[in-house]
């Protein structure tokens, strides 16, 4: 995390709240939805199962499969 978390300056809720991230690095290429739906893997992710969901867990194994798909 590069920040603390904020208050959402797009909505009107205390509640909600924002905080800024930076990446440590690229992946070598990009992973779309389509091709992590297409791994029996990652049925139980909840980005396949959820797609809405703007931040979300990523267990250690499924981590290792985003990785290992983006070409590292």
């Known amino acids: 995390m590069t920040s ?3 208050p959402d300056p797009k909505q009107n809720d205390s509640k909600l709240v924002v ?5 440590k690095k690229r992946l070598p290429r990009p992973v ?5 739906k297409k791994q029996k893997s ?3 992710f909840d980005l396949v199962r959820i797609p809405r969901l703007s ?6 194994k499924q981590w290792e499969v985003l990785v290992k798909m ?3």
């Open 32 to 36: 779309p939805l389509a091709e992590i």
């Open 19 to 23: 905080f800024d991230l930076k990446p």
């Open 4 to 6: 603390d978390p904020y």
């Open 42 to 44: 990652m049925a139980s």
């Open 70 to 72: 983006g070409g590292m």
């Open 55 to 60: 931040v979300m867990p990523v267990t250690e």
